[in-house]
T-cell receptor, first 117, second 111 residues
């Protein structure tokens, strides 16, 4: 149980275009999902917290107009990288908080490798 | 504040060697502690966790004990295999929302 999927796993786009990444909790409902960014050989950097039915909460330094997050249902959150540039190339990972009181677990998706050319 | 410090890698071991990856933390409140593993090109998988002091998390031969007195959560395995080669992340969470990750420790096990 507690499986999180991401789509696509890899995407290559041209500079200036927008890319949407989907994150789904497959066998549980997640009111809260998280988006992370990981640079090569570095740790995960939390970008934003996505709450179902409300606006996402962005971490300091993350451009909310560039990284649009939508959490329209209890099993789906999307991250749209708008007007992508080469410096946005990275590994994006989502996670979903398991909805059990007192259980602080996050289950991670397999990640999406974004390359902007 | 909340933070996690991991021993820097990379770590290279021979198969069947003993593994220790050190992790210490600082936290406001009472954190839950986690070890995640990331295989090449993949996302993170929960390896084990502990939610209170003196708890021992264990999975797939890996163990870690929540030591409040030393604020540590060191990962150990008695006999590593080539398939254990991956990056290991120590993490903590106080609220269940914000997770704080260490910088990761790369492990390579050679036959």
């Amino acid at each position: 149980g507690a499986v999180v999927s991401q789509h696509p796993s890899r995407v290559i786009c041209k500079s200036g275009t927008s890319v949407k990444i989907e994150c789904r909790s497959l066998d549980f409902q997640a009111t809260t999902m998280f988006w992370y960014r990981q640079f090569p050989k570095q740790s995960l950097m939390l970008m934003a917290t996505s709450n179902e039915g409300s606006k996402a909460t962005y971490e300091q330094g993350v451009e909310k107009d560039k990284f649009l997050i939508n959490h329209a249902s209890l099993t789906l959150s999307t991250l749209t990288v708008t007007s992508a540039h080469p410096e946005d190339s990275s590994f994006y990972i989502c996670s979903a908080r398991y909805p059990r009181t007192g259980v602080y677990e996050q289950y991670f998706g397999p990640g999406t490798r974004l390359t902007v050319t | 504040g909340n933070s996690v410090t991991q021993m820097e890698g990379p770590v290279t071991l021979s198969e069947e060697a003993f593994l220790t990856i050190n992790c210490t933390y600082t936290a406001t409140g009472y954190p839950s502690l986690f070890w995640y593993v990331q295989y090449p090109g993949e996302g993170l998988q929960l390896l084990l966790k502990a939610t209170k002091a003196d708890d021992k998390g264990s999975n797939k031969g890996f163990e870690a004990t929540y030591r409040k007195e030393t604020t540590s959560f060191h990962l150990e395995k008695g006999s590593v295999q080539v398939s254990d080669s991956a990056v290991y992340f120590c993490a903590l969470s106080v609220t269940g929302n914000q997770f704080y990750f260490g910088t990761g420790t790369s492990l390579t096990v050679i036959p």
